[in-house]
Nanobody
Framework: QVLLVQSGGGSVQIGGSLRLSCSAE????????IGWFRQDTEKAREFVGA????????AYSDTVKGRFSITRDITKNEVYLEMNSLKPEDTGVYYC?????????????????WGQGTRVSVSS
C-alpha cells in the first residue's frame, strides 16, 4: 500500500501562486500514479490533474490547464502541484491521491489512497 502526506497550501490573493507537496511512502508506492483533486463546500470533489509515475506524462482538467503544473522528484518520492494565476474558484481543500490506473484517475475514479487534504483560499 501507499501512504500520502501533504504539505503546503494557505491563503493567497487573486493572481498569486502556491505550491502543494505530496510525499509518497510505502513498499509499493512506485507502482502508483499520483493525482490531485479538490473540493469546496457543498461541491463534489473534482479532478485537478495527475502525473503518470512511469513516464511523467501529465493530464489536467480544463479549469486549471495552463495555470497549474504537476512535477515530481523521484529522489524524494514527492509530487508537487504548482498553482499560478489563482482565482477565487480555485478555493477548496486539495487532496493528493494514488492510483494504479492513470486513465481511471483522470476520470475521477480508481483512487486507492488519499492524502489528508490541505486548504487553499484565494481572495481579493
Amino acid at each position: 500500500q501507499v501512504l500520502l502526506v501533504q504539505s503546503g497550501g494557505g491563503s493567497v490573493q487573486i493572481g498569486g501562486s502556491l505550491r502543494l507537496s505530496c510525499s509518497a511512502e510505502g513498499p509499493t508506492f512506485r507502482f502508483y500514479h499520483i493525482g490531485w483533486f479538490r473540493q469546496d463546500t457543498e461541491k463534489a470533489r473534482e479532478f485537478v490533474g495527475a502525473i503518470d509515475w512511469t513516464d511523467s506524462n501529465t493530464a489536467y482538467s480544463d479549469t486549471v490547464k495552463g495555470r497549474f503544473s504537476i512535477t515530481r522528484d523521484i529522489t524524494k518520492n514527492e509530487v508537487y502541484l504548482e498553482m499560478n494565476s489563482l482565482k477565487p474558484e480555485d478555493t477548496g481543500v486539495y487532496y493528493c491521491a494514488a492510483g494504479r490506473n492513470f486513465a481511471a484517475m483522470t476520470g475521477g475514479t480508481g483512487v486507492d489512497a488519499w492524502g489528508q487534504g490541505t486548504r487553499v483560499s484565494v481572495s481579493s
